[in-house]
């Protein structure tokens, strides 16, 4: 084994590497925060082989990574992620999923993930950081996704670890396209108190709080449209609920470093469950669709029919699933309302209204997708290819009876209708 070196990072996390074969970069073996928080641990073989690695996630718990143990039918061998018992150094409790494997020792692609649902949150950002920081140790420059999952979702999690090619003139779509090319751009990470975890690169970039994410607005030159938001005020960063374009409810407070500055109290929520109306049930099945892979649009509507849409009061978020009802927060089109009142042209008027619907369909978007999905996968496979025929038979259409939906809700909305009472 080489010898072990430390360093202290400018967020203050303590580094520990190995020095590497002749010739090698040096070889991670351990990271952990500025309170002494562990956060990463590698064992490497003396042929600088990583024989298994470990991070932590936002929750506190461990992710394995166990290298070469499993051949995927699609990209063949492959690495496989653990669940860990967080009281042993290495202990699988249980299997998540597999990523094609690469040379730890010299990452020449990001790697593509076979079940992305299946990670616990912040499991898939925390692997990737992993990677790029063995990248940068390695002083590569740039890397490609390499893969058959090139999604949306992806792409705003490479961008907390990497930067895209600052050349790049659509940079979602060059990439959708498997065309875009990452620096590696690794964040540090703090838990700073029991419950809160913290990134930290160019400023605080994202907070975990009791388990919900806060994200700052703009990563690089993408913005990303998300209910609760991290912001600068002054000396002080607030994680906040965000609705359309303010902030509504306060939850913690940080200083610039990411220590916790206060907890603020938060209102008891007031007011009872409302169904949705038609034409909002319409009008969000149609953008959550709109905005999905079109071969998911039938079984979205017949997920938006099933389950119980409802306003009502939620507990420090906007949003909240319980079984099959979602509910979503009474804040929202309680702020619509005031709002409304202090546009008088008709141009302002409708487009706050299609603000509206848009946030509230991004609210229901993630538990209506999951829901659909898991839908389409259970069908028999003459189903499952009746319903890509029904998808492909009405993708033409699909557009204006988008269009039809939002028009038929911004009438019913401007007129006083179709909200709560």
Sequence with gaps: MGDLHTTVTRCGTVVTRMAGAAGRPPLLVSEADRHGTPLTAAE?????????????????????????TAESPIWGRSDRLWRLDPDQPFRPVEPITLFQSVNYAAIAFIPPLAEPARLPPGAGSAVLNFLASLLIDQGTPRVQYRGPYATEQLFTSLLESFRYDPTAVSPLEEFMRRDLSWSPAPHERLFPSSGTYVQLRDGIEKVVFRGRPYYRQLWQGVIRDEPRVVREDGERVMCSLWALGEAIEDHLILDRNGEVLSVPPVPPPEGVRTPLSPRWRSAVGEVIAHGSTPLLRPSILGVVERLHLEWGPVVEDLVETRGEHVVVSLRLPRLFGLKLETQKEMEQRVRLVLQFATEVAKLLGPAVRGEAQAALASLPESKQRAALELAAATAETAASTLRSSLDQLVRGLLSGADLPG
Excluded: F, H, N, Q
């Design 44 to 68: 490497w073989d003396d042929g600088g082989r990583l024989r298994r690695a470990k991070v932590r996630i936002p929750d506190g718990s461990w992710i394995g990574i166990e290298p070469g």
